[in-house]
């Protein structure tokens, strides 16, 4: 099974000060053990760009270098399959903007979906499982979802 994993999930993997560091690693890790596929896509890939180099004075800015930046991106590039960003993509993104009445910052959330549809991918690994709610098409899972069902050891 295949996973696309938000934006969210990638900033916290490397912020071992933040709350769901420690989660994050443990759901990412169970994945990949239990040979799901985790998928990523440029959006996801720009919007860490943006939040990690952002300076840290400014509204959720990691204030990373480019040069720390690009090794983690690497290593997103590495831990995932990159989904392509295809006209067939483009299209369902414009469908669902206007069959779901998207609005405001959502458009981006949404394009994420768009590209789920089109790769055949139905499970998001997210913080924001609210932000996806509306979409029947997808399967919200979160890091503490995954952490949770594991049986003891």
Same mark, same amino acid.
């Given at each position: 099974m295949q996973y696309l994993v938000d934006t969210g999930i990638w900033l916290r993997l490397f912020d071992r000060?933040? %709350?769901?560091?420690?989660?994050?690693?443990q759901s990412l890790w169970?994945?990949?053990?239990?040979?799901?596929?985790?998928?990523?896509? %440029?959006?996801?890939?720009?919007e860490f760009w943006n939040v990690s180099t952002r300076p840290m004075s400014a509204r959720?800015?990691?204030?990373?270098?480019v040069t720390t930046t690009e090794r983690r991106?690497?290593?997103?590039?590495?831990?995932?399959v990159?989904?392509?960003?295809? %006209?067939?993509?483009y299209q369902a993104?414009?469908?669902?903007?206007?069959?779901?009445?998207?609005?405001g910052v959502a458009v981006h959330d949404v394009r994420l979906v768009a590209m789920m549809?089109?790769?055949?991918?139905?499970?998001?690994?997210?913080?924001n499982a609210r932000d996806f709610a509306r979409?029947?098409?997808?399967?919200?899972?979160? %890091?503490?979802?995954?952490?949770?069902?594991t049986p003891p050891t």
């Amino acid at each position: 099974m295949q996973y696309l994993v938000d934006t969210g999930i990638w900033l916290r993997l490397f912020d071992r000060a933040d %709350p769901e560091h420690s989660t994050i690693l443990q759901s990412l890790w169970m994945m990949r053990s239990s040979k799901y596929t985790l998928a990523t896509c %440029p959006q996801n890939i720009a919007e860490f760009w943006n939040v990690s180099t952002r300076p840290m004075s400014a509204r959720g800015g990691y204030g990373q270098s480019v040069t720390t930046t690009e090794r983690r991106v690497q290593f997103i590039e590495r831990a995932s399959v990159i989904l392509a960003e295809t %006209p067939a993509a483009y299209q369902a993104w414009r469908l669902l903007l206007t069959s779901y009445n998207v609005q405001g910052v959502a458009v981006h959330d949404v394009r994420l979906v768009a590209m789920m549809k089109t790769a055949g991918i139905s499970h998001l690994l997210t913080l924001n499982a609210r932000d996806f709610a509306r979409y029947a098409s997808v399967t919200t899972v979160t %890091p503490q979802d995954l952490v949770a069902t594991t049986p003891p050891t």
